[in-house]
T-cell receptor, first 111, second 115 residues
Framework: SQQGEEDPQALSIQEGENATMNCSYK?????LQWYRQNSGRGLVHLIL???NEREKHSGRLRVTLDTSKKSSSLLITASRAADTASYFC???????????WGLGTSLAVNP | DAGVTQSPTHLIKTRGQHVTLRCSPI?????VSWYQQVLGQGPQFIFQ???????GRGNFPDRFSARQFPNYSSELNVNALLLGDSALYLC??????????????FGEGSRLTVL
């Protein structure tokens, strides 16, 4: 299956702690994106990292990409209760123009 | 500026019925994609339309169809509904050219329940 795999499936932390979630895939990719989804609502784009990039930052978010290990990680620093959501990775592989999505990590940040 | 809008937000149908879901992309966006998200899973790609032509199709049966209008809005139609069609249906638009897999802008979704 081309589907991405994310771990952990669920993560519970205290406010102020850092949260790290990982995404693995099986094929060569052109780019990888991370999205956030609040309970049953639409997805919001967080960050895109291209296959020739290794690290990218956006505010409290840091994304890394290791193409040799076919994996990416999303780090949220100094988490807040408002970061509680599901986080999905999505990637584009080869000539396939559709995005392939992971199963998501459910993050709970406790106040 | 208005984001991607979808209607209806919620609907309940019975098996065998037909449903039409609607999506208006962000102004200036010419590409619209449809995704199905079953509870607890990631989105699954259904269709992509660009400039009113189908540019991609996922592994969904022929009961699923879609179209894009001259104003770039789109409809997703599902015939002969099954219980397994119960899901959140997400529409996403993007400004890019055909097959662009950059950032997608999502609507809030249409939650379909099939009884």
């Amino acid at each position: 299956s081309q589907q991405g795999e994310e771990d952990p499936q669920a993560l519970s932390i205290q406010e102020g702690e850092n949260a790290t979630m990982n995404c693995s895939y099986k094929t060569s990719i052109n780019n990888l994106q991370w999205y956030r989804q609040n309970s049953g609502r639409g997805l919001v784009h967080l960050i895109l990292i291209r296959s020739n990039e290794r690290e990218k930052h956006s505010g409290r978010l840091r994304v890394t990409l290791d193409t040799s290990k076919k994996s990416s990680s999303l780090l949220i620093t100094a988490s807040r209760a408002a970061d509680t959501a599901s986080y999905f990775c999505a990637f584009n592989a080869g000539n396939n123009r559709k995005l392939i999505w992971g199963l998501g990590t459910s993050l709970a940040v406790n106040p | 500026d208005a984001g991607v809008t979808q209607s209806p937000t919620h609907l309940i149908k019975t098996r065998g019925q037909h449903v039409t879901l609607r999506c208006s992309p962000i102004s200036g966006h010419k590409s619209v994609s449809w995704y199905q998200q079953v509870l607890g899973q990631g989105p699954q790609f259904i269709f992509q339309y660009y400039e009113k032509e189908e540019r991609g199709r996922g592994n969904f049966p022929d009961r699923f169809s879609a179209r894009q209008f001259p104003n770039y809005s789109s409809e997703l139609n599902v015939n002969a509904l099954l219980l397994g069609d119960s899901a959140l249906y997400l529409c996403a638009s993007s400004p890019g050219t055909w097959g662009n897999t950059g950032e997608l802008f999502f609507g809030e979704g249409s939650r379909l329940t099939v009884l």
